[in-house]
T-cell receptor, first 117, second 110 residues
Framework: DTEVTQTPKHLVMGMTNKKSLKCEQH?????MYWYKQKAKKPPELMFV???????INESVPSRFSPECPNSSLLNLHLHALQPEDSALYLC????????????????FGQGTRLTVV | SQQGEEDPQALSIQEGENATMNCSYK?????LQWYRQNSGRGLVHLIL?????REKHSGRLRVTLDTSKKSSSLLITASRAADTASYFC??????????FGKGTKLTVNP
């Protein structure tokens, strides 16, 4: 199974709503990522989890709150978003680093297209 | 922050022709990777080249890396209409941080 599954595929939310994006992988990968991608732009890194611990936060506003409940799951909790947060949110996973360095080849989900109204 | 800069931003060719895309980056890297993205969907990993490698092949793909010039190129030979997509380089510099360049939008006309 080389799939990263993201749900939902589409989400429309108001600026006062609270919602969550979910990501799941069963490849035994120990690094998981959230990226944000605006139209015609490259993916921008938001967060990296390594061995279920947050290792990188790219100065993302606190209205985005990541959570890694276990090694297979990654959530992104959304609260009080702005219209400019509308984008494609991509989750990815990779083997990550261990005592011996491994590949950082990343496997991506199909993304959640988020619209904030 | 983006590290890689792809060139050209857009490329349109005929089926059967070769397509070459270039990527430049700014800081030292452990490896450089190329990904493909079909319109509005997830990215697919194509090939990874380590900093101590100069060239790598995979099927119709050929990647070169010049660490002295901080640049890489991706060559797709005998292109097909199905190769139409955006192509991104991504650099990894020693942590698990994968940073993407701006991308090249490739159109292969049948």
């Amino acid at each position: 199974d080389t799939e990263v599954t993201q749900t939902p595929k589409h989400l429309v939310m108001g600026m006062t709503n609270k919602k969550s994006l979910k990501c799941e992988q069963h490849m035994g990968h120990r690094a998981m990522y959230w990226y944000k991608q605006k139209a015609k732009k490259p993916p921008e890194l938001m967060f990296v989890y390594s061995y279920e611990k947050l290792s990188i936060n790219e100065s993302v506003p606190s209205r985005f709150s990541p959570e890694c409940p276990n090694s297979s799951l990654l959530n992104l909790h959304l609260h009080a978003l702005q219209p400019e947060d509308s984008a494609l949110y991509l989750c990815a996973s990779s083997q990550g680093y261990a005592r011996r360095r491994r590949s950082t080849e990343a496997f991506f989900g199909q993304g959640t297209r988020l619209t904030v109204v | 922050s983006q590290q890689g800069e792809e060139d050209p931003q857009a490329l349109s060719i005929q089926e059967g022709e070769n397509a070459t895309m270039n990527c430049s980056y700014k800081t030292s890297i452990n490896n450089l990777q190329w990904y493909r993205q079909n319109s509005g969907r997830g990215l697919v990993h194509l090939i990874l080249i380590r900093s101590n490698e100069r060239e790598k092949h995979s099927g119709r793909l050929r990647v070169t890396l010049d660490t002295s010039k901080k640049s890489s190129s991706l060559l797709i030979t005998a292109s097909r209409a199905a190769d139409t997509a955006s192509y991104f380089c991504a650099t990894e510099g020693g942590s698990e941080k994968l940073v993407f360049g701006k991308g090249t939008k490739l159109t292969v006309n049948p």
